[in-house]
């Protein structure tokens, strides 16, 4: 198994994501515990802003069977998710290579 730093760890989860390798809901749940557990100066600032905003987003996630009527109207979906991910991904500037 390769030993990963939180920030490189964060990285790899979004890759992941993007690539439909991890599901949404698993995506939300490794990613919070990555996210929440990163220290100060371990990021940089325009990371932790984007990473920020795709915890958020991320934090919002309900299973499709959750989001029935009368539920929640924050609530993100799949989509939603991925669309975060892919512009956090944009606006970092990094690619598959």
Known sequence: MIERTRRQRLYWLVDLLIASELAVNDFAREFDRTYLHTEDGELTLAEEREFALLHRESGWYA???DRGPGSYLHLRTEQD???TARGVKERLGWSDA
């Open 63 to 65: 299973l499709p069977e």
């Open 81 to 83: 998710v991925m669309d």
